[in-house]
């Protein structure tokens, strides 16, 4: 178990590396030309120190917050860092949030200072910054903002910065995020330095092993989570601090992320159950379009059946698997599963998934494809993960047992309950808010769960997204959500029935798959207005929604769903930007479709 140390902050581990081994190649920075560049602890280590220069010389100072408001990409981490070397706390904002949420978030945070990374976000900052009263910096990633900065702190003497840096402690505090919120107004998490500390140092001690594509290799991971996620931060601070290579893709698109993977060629990935899915997909639909959609089945179904025999081996209850699977498994390597590991970069034979639940047969598919999914849980009160698989016995469809050094409790109603080093310290300026979560030390998570006997918790739902019948029926939609959603061709799935005489369902369509379906039937694209129409595809769905149903009790089944034109979008403010669905929004979007439901 990890410990927290007693003193110092984040950004020592920048200096200390830099000192002990100045010319290990600590990130990789794609360039103007599209190419892949090392930079080394020690260049990185200047790059802060210079940076960290010039945000004194333009007033940051020890404590004060400093808003970031861009994709991830190599200048946030630079920026962590050299405001972390000063004692300042970066507040993360998605690029994606509204005007409204932005101006919500500077206040409350009192921010003093913003870094944006282009000038769609200036313009953002600038429709709010009358409201802003503290705000008195504004810096703009592609208008020059490092440069302008290095060079006001030219001056500045070393010294200076390494007396800030000396001031930070473990209970200083690192950040605040704000939850993303699928209700009501974001609330600011208070992280401190000990929190993070512990929980990377945690991670890497645990599942260091893992982050290697073999034995001795150089560790390397992209990072195309987003930074102002908990998770996104959590594997830059953990691979800076544990010397594993990092770098920067900003766009989750396969288009612009499968070349970067290609190229950059990760050891480990750190992702959400969207990217598994995606990857997937896309190579069934390949294998569609190539005549070979009958063998890719085939494979799929022999990866699972090997890795459940894997599965049962590992927990001493069954011989692993049989001569005759093995062969089978071994025909389909190159054809199929070296393709797929070949689309994450070909390196990849261990990955972390978090944010939302992944399906079991997805995750033995990837097992039996030769990439152990270790599936965990957390919160961004919990500083991330809480719980992890552990690489020797993964069990597929659950989150995993406690990370070292952490205790889960299951409340009286279902409630999962945290406790651990990583615990945050309250919401920012909301002590009733903190008092209702936090609990003589325990973090009441607003999740519902259950332990297994060998201490797995499985996640069954959210108490405030439990739906409960006008007969009286409760349901957690989330396992009919999720079951629906696998289907290929479903984009999104939310089930309603709150208050209501039966559960239904609205559905959105993954429309480069629809695209795929239709150009395999020798069929023309059609219009959104005629396609959520077309007979074939609700067969489709209704293939979907069947199979759901197999999973509850008649009372819990989806009786009707409806297929919508077009997806659910953050920037319609109805997805989180972790990609969660933002309930009451929806239901109030789509309240005409939701009552036609019913008639």
Avoid at 186 to 212: I, S, Y
Wanted: glycine share 8%.
């Amino acid at each position: 178990m990890a410990t927290a140390p007693l003193v110092g902050g984040l950004a020592d581990a920048v200096f200390d590396h830099a000192r002990d081994d100045p010319d290990r190649v600590a990130l990789g920075r794609k360039g103007g030309d599209g190419q892949w560049h090392d930079v080394t602890s020690a260049q990185f280590r200047d790059e802060v120190l210079a940076l960290a220069k010039g945000l004194l010389a333009q007033g940051v100072r020890f404590g004060d917050r400093v808003a970031i408001m861009s994709r991830t990409r190599y200048e946030w981490t630079l920026f962590d860092f050299a405001l972390w070397t000063v004692g300042a706390q970066p507040v993360p904002v998605y690029p994606t949030s509204s005007a409204d949420q932005v101006h919500w978030m500077l206040y409350d945070a009192e921010v003093t200072a913003c870094v944006v990374e282009h000038e769609d976000d200036a313009m953002t900052i600038g429709s709010v910054i009358d409201r802003l009263p503290r705000l008195q910096r504004l810096w703009q990633l592609d208008a020059g903002a490092v440069d302008e900065l290095v060079a006001a702190g030219a001056d500045i003497d070393d010294e200076v910065v390494h007396r800030h840096r000396r001031a930070v402690t473990p209970e200083s505090v690192a950040t605040v995020i704000y939850t993303s919120g699928t209700t009501g107004r974001p609330k600011g998490c208070v992280l401190t330095h000990a929190n993070f500390m512990f929980e990377a140092d945690t991670l890497v001690g645990r599942w260091e092993t893992v982050f290697h594509s073999k034995p001795g290799d150089e560790a390397s991971t992209l990072l195309f989570l987003p930074l102002a996620h908990v998770f996104g931060r959590m594997v830059e601070v953990a691979a800076v601090r544990k010397r594993v290579k990092i770098g920067h893709q900003p766009v989750l698109a396969a288009s612009a992320l499968l070349p970067d993977l290609a190229a950059f060629r990760p050891t480990f990935v750190l992702a959400v159950p969207y990217i598994f899915e995606k990857v997937f997909h896309a190579a069934r639909r390949a294998a569609e379009a190539a005549g070979k959609a009958g063998p890719f089945d085939k494979a799929v179904e022999v990866a699972v059946r090997y890795a459940e025999a894997l599965e049962l081996k590992a927990f001493g209850l069954g011989p692993g698997p049989s001569a005759a699977l093995r062969m089978q498994h071994q025909f389909f390597e190159k054809v199929v599963y070296g393709k797929v590991r070949d689309a994450l970069g070909g390196r990849v034979r261990h990955a972390m998934s978090g944010g939302s639940a992944m399906s079991r047969r997805l995750g033995l598919f990837f097992e039996g494809a030769g990439v152990t999914v270790y599936e965990g849980y957390g919160l961004t009160e919990s500083s991330a993960a809480a719980t992890a698989n552990p690489p020797e016995r993964t069990k597929y469809g659950t989150v995993g047992q406690p990370i070292p050094g952490t205790a889960v409790h299951i409340a009286d109603d279902g409630e999962i309950w945290l406790r651990g080093g990583h615990v945050f310290s309250g919401y920012l300026n909301d002590p009733a808010a903190t008092d209702t979560v936090l609990k003589d030390g325990w973090l009441a998570t607003g999740d519902l769960g259950a332990l297994d006997a060998e201490g797995y918790l499985t996640i069954t739902g959210r108490k405030k997204e439990v739906l409960v019948t006008s007969g009286g029926k409760t349901v957690a939609p989330a396992t009919l959500e999720d079951r629906v959603r696998a289907h290929p061709l479903v984009a999104q799935c939310i089930v309603v029935g709150n208050d209501r005489p039966y559960i239904a369902a609205l559905v959105t369509l993954d429309q480069e798959a629809v695209e795929h379906w239709l150009a395999m039937q020798n069929r023309a694209p059609l219009p959104p207005a005629e396609l959520v129409r077309d007979p074939s595809l609700e067969m489709e769905i209704r293939r979907a929604v069947v199979a759901a149903n197999t999973t509850v009790s008649q009372a819990e089944s989806i009786r009707t769903f409806r297929i919508l034109a077009h997806p659910f979008t953050e920037e319609h403010g109805l997805l989180t930007p972790s990609l969660k669905l933002k309930r009451k929004a929806i239901e109030t979007a789509y309240a005409a479709e939701v009552d036609a439901l019913y008639r």
